[in-house]
């Protein structure tokens, strides 16, 4: 079965660039969430999102937003970027979002700002 | 504010032999706990989920059990092989957070020597 697909696999932006990073949940999974991981450091969690609403909020920076389609694919947006955004980031999915079913994790999206 | 520390930060070890990884949690109120395995430059892939009421959970050479009291929880590895061979996460969810609210510690890093 197809797990979580995020695009694109790497990415390279300038400082002050925009950038936009894509997951694809796995099927009939309705809940997604975004991590940063940073080089060497635990992943941190910025948001996630329920059946399209925003259901939960963590150290996401106001320069970033993400929504989550009717297809229950999301995008994280992230706008005037700085060297210090460089990291992976991943999207995991699950089945409804109370805890008791484990997160699958997409393979990321390493993003490196120049 | 809950932190999540596991020891050790690496470990080597030959091949065949049994192994186990530890973590701890500052705060017990925990809604449960997840043990991951990240490859290099790869996503996270869940190993074992353990709610608050359970003690232990198990899957083909991996136990898992959880102390909550004591905030401790360990990971078994039997047998151990060099595919094996990943960074190993502890993530926990406190009362109140959501699903993907995980807290993770820094990983162990094991190195399976055939």
């Known amino acids: 079965a197809a797990g979580v697909i995020q695009s694109p696999r790497h990415l390279i932006k300038e400082k002050r660039e925009t950038a936009t990073l894509k997951c694809y949940p796995i099927?009939?999974?309705?809940?997604v969430y975004w991590y940063q991981q940073g080089p060497g450091q635990d992943p941190q969690f910025l948001i996630s999102f329920y059946e399209k609403m925003q259901s939960d909020k963590g150290s996401i920076p106001d320069r970033f937003s993400a929504q989550q389609f009717s297809d229950y694919h999301s995008e994280l947006n992230m706008s005037s970027l700085e060297l210090g955004d460089s990291a992976l980031y991943f999207c995991a999915s699950s089945f409804g979002e109370s805890a008791g079913s484990p997160l699958h994790f997409g393979n990321g999206t390493r993003l490196t700002v120049t | 504010k809950q932190e999540v520390t596991q020891i050790p930060a690496a470990l080597s070890v030959p091949e065949g032999e049994n192994l186990v990884l530890n973590c701890s949690f500052t705060?017990?109120?925990?809604?449960?706990l997840q043990w991951f395995r990240q490859d290099p430059g790869k996503g996270l892939t869940s190993l074992l989920l353990?709610?608050?009421?359970?003690r232990e959970q198990t899957s083909g050479r991996l136990n898992a059990s959880l102390d909550k009291s004591s905030g401790r929880s360990t990971l078994y590895i039997a047998a151990s092989q060099p595919g094996d061979s990943a960074t190993y996460l502890c993530?926990?969810?406190?009362?109140?957070?959501?699903?993907?609210?995980?807290?993770f510690g820094k990983g162990t890093k094991l190195s399976v020597k055939p």
């Open positions: 705060d017990s109120a925990i809604y449960n």
């Open positions: 099927s009939r999974h309705d809940t």
């Open positions: 993530a926990v969810i406190g009362y109140g957070g959501s699903q993907g609210n995980l807290i």
């Open positions: 353990i709610q608050s009421s359970q």
